[in-house]
């Protein structure tokens, strides 16, 4: 996947599996600030033939001239050097940058977990769902190797993540407690959770929420929720409109430009 030169001379490289939404975060910062980069798509697995290169294991890995990132909050703290201050993902007064930090450090931690293991519950042994989520723009061999191998490679997902009825119905209270946070920060019509202009913590609230609030502008469209298992799509619509689904749904609307 190509995406044109704008702002920098440099096109660096998004190592990422297809669905993955810390990968997203990152695809979005780059997307938001124009910086040019060249995706790489990887099945999980074969994704650590790419990522192990550069001393990663997870995607996203970010490669640039001037070192690898193997984590989405640091590749974010790099980008944040290059944007211009006017449009910078870690505010410059030191209150709320604090603030930015703290918020995104919540959702990488928990919100990230909770999405991916409550919506892998549900989908990971679909193969026509996965096959979008994991299979959408990456090499062909890999695309051969997810056909002969899902049910191995959604299996080690499973136990990896240790993705049960129990663990399922934990991580979507963890979910629901993380969106009563933003609830509140967003009380009284805010636009941004932090300032007036949208910041690292926004866009990570929304990309780690994405897998499960499918908003339409999502670059990695998996499936409608028509197509979803009633149980799903129910929780689904309730979430989509809380104070903090509504706002995430927004961001994707009005700020999330594929360049
Ligand atoms: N803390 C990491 C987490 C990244 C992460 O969990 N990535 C998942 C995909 S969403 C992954 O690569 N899983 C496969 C693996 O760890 O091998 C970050 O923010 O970059």
Sequence with gaps: MNHSTIANAEVV????????????????ALDLLKISYTEERHVPVFHRLATRKYGGSSVPVLV???????DSTDILHYLDTLSP???CLYPKER????EVEELQELF???LGADTRNWGYFYRSGDRKTMRKAWCNGTPQFERVGFEIA???????????YNITA??????LQGIKEIFEIVDRRLAGGKTYLVGDTISAADITFAALVAPILLPPEHPVLVAKIEELPIEMATVIKELQSTAAGVYALRLYRDQRRVQ
């Excluded at 490289?13 to 979005?28: A, D, F, G, Q």
């Excluded at 640039?64 to 193997?70: A, H, I, K, P, R």
């Excluded at 209150?95 to 604090?98: F, Q």
Aim: charged fraction near 25%.
């Design 150 to 160: 899902f049910p191995l490679i959604s299996a080690k997902v499973r136990q990896v």
């Design 108 to 110: 990488d931690a928990r």
């Design 85 to 87: 201050e006017s449009q």
């Design 64 to 70: 640039t001239q001037s070192g690898n990132f193997t």
């Design 95 to 98: 209150e709320l940058r604090r």
């Design 166 to 171: 129990d663990s399922a119905a934990s991580s």
């Design 13 to 28: 490289r998004l190592i990422t599996i297809p669905i993955s939404h810390y990968s997203e975060k990152v695809r979005w």
